[in-house]
């Protein structure tokens, strides 16, 4: 089993912290950001950072569908990590100074992924999959700082 790997970055125009913020507010502001492929969206625990458990349904193509339960950490500043219970998937998210009021936000996914030729499948066209649907999100969370 290799272990696969999708990372998107994107620069945007507003304070980290206030990025930050926004990607770590479970209860209110995440929802916002997350397109179609997300369903059945539910923190279960906290709801702001560190401690937040959320459960979500992750359909990345039309056969494949991760049911997602996430325990969220925060092990430095400007860094949140959502662990999949249910998986050995994690998504790390890292928000960085980009220069005077902008941000630059890194998603990655790290996952064990199938061996085999589908596995071989998985390590070709996941990332990319993947990658579009977290670029969607980087675009939202962009719309949503933007507008305070």
Not at 102 to 131: C, H, M, N, Y
Request: hydrophobic share 35%; net charge negative; aromatic share 8%.
């Amino acid at each position: 089993m290799a272990q696969v790997e999708a990372t998107t970055e994107r620069i945007i125009a507003a304070n980290p912290e206030e990025v930050f913020d926004a990607l770590a507010d479970y209860s209110g502001t995440r929802a916002k950001l997350l397109p179609e492929h997300f369903s059945e969206y539910e923190v279960r625990e906290g709801g702001d950072g560190e401690g937040t458990l959320v459960h979500w349904k992750l359909q990345a193509t039309s056969k494949r569908v991760r049911d997602c339960l996430l325990e969220v950490s925060e092990p430095s500043d400007g860094q949140l990590v959502e662990k999949d219970r249910n998986s050995s998937m994690v998504t790390t998210w890292t928000v960085t100074p980009a220069g005077e009021g902008s941000a630059r936000v890194q998603v990655t996914t790290v996952w064990d992924g199938a061996s085999g030729i589908g596995g071989f499948f998985e390590r070709t066209f996941a990332p990319k999959g993947l990658g579009r649907i977290y670029d969607q999100v980087l675009d939202r969370l962009a719309a949503e700082v933007g507008k305070k």
